[in-house]
């Protein structure tokens, strides 16, 4: 799944719908990125995944069957506030290649194989995040 949005002028919540998935566990790994420098978190099914300022993030998650979501939190924006001082009433018609805006693809399998990778790639984050405590 590939998608772009155009990036909001203010700053809030923005919810979208992952696809249903019907298998027990379902590897979902997404890369969120925007073509303009904005701070966002991103959180799947009320998690948050991601909060390292910049947007720009790979995450990787095991989902259980059911429905899903996913949530953005745009906290500050600076870039596309001045890209519409400096282009008022840009659209994506007139700016097709420079309107701010999210890209996200996102993988979802169901093969033992990737169910496994994305697995062990959860477990090393959660064994170096336990050392760091000790």
Do not use: C, W
Not at 23 to 36: C, Q
């Amino acid at each position: 799944m590939r998608a772009n949005f155009v990036i909001p002028k203010r700053p809030g919540k923005y919810e979208f719908t992952l696809p249903k998935t019907s298998k027990v566990a379902t590897s979902f790994v997404g890369y969120f990125y925007s073509n303009v420098d904005v701070h966002a978190d991103v959180s799947i099914d009320g998690k948050l995944t991601s909060s390292f300022g910049f947007f720009g993030f790979d995450i990787q998650h095991i989902l259980p069957r059911g429905t899903h979501y996913g949530t953005i939190f745009l906290k500050k924006n600076r870039a596309v506030k001045e890209f519409y001082q400096e282009n008022p009433g840009a659209t994506v018609e007139t700016h097709p290649d420079t309107i701010p805006r999210f890209e996200i693809v996102i993988r979802l399998s169901t093969l033992a194989d990737d169910i496994e990778e994305t697995q062990n790639h959860l477990d090393s984050l959660e064994s170096s995040s336990m050392k760091q405590e000790l």
